[in-house]
């Protein structure tokens, strides 16, 4: 260390993912000539998935740049709607519910509730996906290729900041929620003897995961889902 500082300006929708302490006012970090910049503003908070940009001194700078003292940083946060090359995803194990809601919009999401973090950096890699999560640490790892942030604590708010970060297109009832197989129609004749009296009596229409096999119908549960599938459709 040198004794020397730089200034970090971070624009107000990073300025959450600073520690409680830094959020109002300025962020002065101390300069270390063997410190990269990407170091120091991931060590300062901010994941470099949400990176979008980096300036120096008003020029555009690469995260490999060393610091100096007096040196003025501007942080930008990454364009919305990003581009992806396949919107294709992973969730950690805490984003259970948001995986469903995904599925159910017909989004391409790998989920498994006792995946570790070193399988989810694996499987992002060789299987080309986001890897989703509010695990800051997790979005540090060096192997990690792509992933994002996932904002909100709520399951509705969670999905819409999927959706308004990287606008995927949507296949809604496309995909089977438990297992992310594809459903296909299915003539009620070839499911009815797997069907409870109540359902066989009431519907018509039904469709199967053609990975897990598992049955579905418009129940009493479709308003719900259909509610979800409307909201994010109508945005």
Known sequence: MTGETALLRVPPELRFLLPARRRRGEVVVPVDPTASLGHVVEAAGIPRTEIGGLRVNGAAALPQTRLRGGDVVDVLAVPRPQWIAQPRFVLDVHLGTLARRM?????DV???NDAGDDELVVQAAEEQRVLLTQDRGLLRRRALVAGAYVRGDRPDDQLADVLERFA??????SRCPACNG????????QVEHLLPAGTRRSYTEF????ACGQLYWRGAHAGHLEAIVEAATDG
Request: proline fraction near 15%.
């Open 103 to 107: 599925r159910l919009l017909g989004l």
């Open 110 to 112: 790998a989920y498994r």
């Open 168 to 173: 995927p297109a949507l296949r809604p009832w």
């Open 182 to 189: 594809p459903l296909e129609p299915v003539a009620k004749e």
């Open 207 to 210: 469709s199967r995961c053609a």
